[in-house]
């Protein structure tokens, strides 16, 4: 979802590609809605609410596999812990059922806030089995205590809707309020999710290791989801549980959790109005195929593997999908093109007078303003890192001064990548401590790192591939906000996009900045890198490799943007095979050899003590710059 | 006393399917990286082939060897024509897209067999043997001594031969292990009809003892995924141990605490429990190095 961003949209890209689709998307929400009135065989006013109601539920599980790839096998957890809450609450206390409703929407945030803090840890699979966990055993306690829930006959509720003044009855009334209430949350998650937030969720779907380094707290990020999730699927619960006048131990279980996973995938992953639309063609067709008798479960099946086999962007992608289809294209129908194949301008070199802004541009102080005096800069002391019983980096300690540019050379393995790691965070080190601007820094936590001002780039380039090249310096450089969920105060300033333009004007790289990453090259990608860090206006920039795989153009752009950030009075560590590209930029160094610094000292001496047999094709002459 | 046993030996049965579900799990995420949640359905598959065999008329072992062998042709059906043209896909998309296999499988038994419960005669003859008071049949003997050996067996072919170490690879690296000559497609193969067959095996055995039915294979894929998750889905000797483990449980919880409470319990409380004690926690998000 791409609102409000209009003017950044270079025409025939990805961009107006999905304002089409969202469009679309929009138009099927409308269809979605109307339908009950077009006669559809089975898709009845009763239908449409379920498919309502049960689109809400997908839409919470879609928050967490959609906008931050975990998998959710327990999404009827909170659904049924918040519907039992609010009827038990009506029925045994007398509460009104509204308040009920609230009290059990607000206990549901609350304590997927706490637990949030236990699963949010959980990588990769473990999450699902956790919540697979949890969703069992949820019903398995409602159906063992049939004293309080009623066991697996349910507890029994009253089919009406109380909503403060009015009182929602008929089947018509209750259609009416849930398209509402579904078009409430469904707006809610879209501003949740749009701008800002929007492309730092996108780093940290594609690459937490790169979202890390730019001061997102992923843990915080998936907290927030998860919270956001459950509140949702509470809402859908206390919903449910008064349209069917019942809710039953299986509304919290397995089969329903693996239900609304399928409603969100069938209809789209990551997309807004995807969840109900899968949620309606599934509850529709499990309506149309009831009263098949023994062929309702195959019916049913083939028809759901179809779509899941067949619709890789689910429901909501198969206009995009028809559009793209070579048919399409020989009938030349609007809006069918090769995906991004026809932007403007082939890619090309990058200009080379974009370097001489550089200078200019890195001028403003250092760390955004947050401190005038360059500080004391970096000491890493005595930093050691053993993996298993090898040594790879043993008792080295190294420092990088504000204003200078410090390079650490070595051959492979000499446990050079390792040393920056560890500085940048990103790996504990065995022994041996970090100190920036005479603070000791805490021990793998490269957030705060971000923080302090400390930006590093990677070998090979961490990016979002499907966010732009302006998208992604912007994810990097607005990650140090964090993703608050209400708060405004830490929210990115005008400033920011000035900042982000300016990064890319200093790479060259604004004639591409609306290119998707997965469009450009493999030099340029690492350009997006140096941009992002740029972007963050760092006090200390750390690069590992940044001139691999760069052509000549861009190292000489890149040896200009290193003068530049030199004079601004940013310490700059770089490690580099490359010794003319070294011999360029650097003023000091340290040389490793097996974990161990052999040599520190000026650039020079660095150059003439570098000639060892490692790099054969390597020619320590005079650089090309300086 | 008698109770004790009744108990120890129907948990250690019920475990015994769940350990060597678990382990067609383990295997087929070690080859793939795809948790196969079709994997109760080879169950489903061997035991109503089984019975259907049977009830014509041909003989308790020929009907149990078709029946292994349709659980095997769907493993490796299922990984030749659904999984391997989709392997590039994100793994949450390849769960929903297992899940929809087992539900269409789930639809073939239904239409095929009906809602009724299906069952047939023990393959070693219907032997009992008491011990302290308590019934237990040769069957369930074998069964126990069946999946500590195919775990055994598995882990050992896993970790010492030239092929399982090919296997792993594959999972780790599957361009790095084509290029080194491992061929990628005929190791996963043959891991999903491994799959296959340890499902078809554990429902040759255990069909006779309790009964199958068309809906049978989702929640003993879960038990067995509860197996295979406490043992960090990699041991395949730790997924069998594990699924006894589950299988005790849930026949002790059953007897001495609370009928209701007990499988809902132990899949959610084992879960959440094996979980939180085995997933590493996430550092900085990065698993990969930079």
Redesign the interface.
Known sequence: MIPQKARACAPGTLSRHLRGRSSWRLAAVIVLAASPFFGIPSWTVGTAVLAGIFGIAALAVNVLVGFGRMVNLGGASFLGLAAYGAVLGSTRFGIPYTLAAIAALVAAALVAWLAGGVFAKLPGFYFAVAMLGVSSAIQGVLEAFPSVTDGDSGLTTARTLPLGVVTVSSDLQWYAAVVVITLIAVGTVHLLVRSWRGRVLALVREDQLAASVHGIDILHVRRVLFTVSAVLAALSGVLLARWQGVVVPQDAGLVQSVQLLGFAIVGGMGSLAGPALGAGLLTWLSNATSGLGNIELLVYGLIFFVVVAYLRAGVVGLPGMVLESPLARRLRLPGAHLPGGNAPGRPGPAPAEASPPARAVMHTAPGGGRTGDGGSGLAAVSLSKSFGGVRAVNDVTLAAAPGRVTAIIGGNGAGKSTVLNMISGVEPPSSGKVIFDGQELSVGDPVERARLGIARTFQTARVAPDLTVEENVRAGAEGVYGLALLGRSRRPGNDLAGRCRDALNATGLEHIAHRRMAEIGGGQRKLVEVARALALRPKLLLMDEPGAGLSLEELELLAGLIHGLRESGTAVLIIDHNLDFVAGVADSGYILELGQVVYEGDATGLLKQAEWPVGAAVTPAGGTGA | MTLLMQTIYSGLINGASYGLIGLGIVLCYRSTRV?NLAQGESYTIAGLVTAGLVSSGLSVAAAAVCGVSAATVFGAGLERL?LRP?LS?????L???V???A??????A??AA?PSQYSFAPLTGSGVVILDGAVTTYDGFVLIGVVLAAGAATSWFLHRTVLGQGMSACAENPSVSSLLGINVSLMRVIAYSVAGFLGGLSAVLLVPLSSVTYNAG?SLT?LG??AA?LAA?RSPLGACLAGLVVGLAESFLGTYV?Q??A???V??????V???L?????????????
């Not at chain 2, 899949?267 to 959440?272: D, F, H, I, K, S």
């Not at chain 2, 590493?280 to 990065?286: A, D, N, S, T």
């Open positions: 948790v659904v989709r896909w994100p793994s949450e998309r769960i929903i897209l899940v929809a296999v539900l269409c499988a789930e639809g073939i239904d239409y009906g989702l879960l995924y509860v998750a889905m609370n209701l409470l499988e809902p319990l899949l959610g409380v084992l879960m959440v094996a979980v939180l085995l997933g590493r926690r996430i550092r900085f998000g990065g698993v990969v190095r930079a």
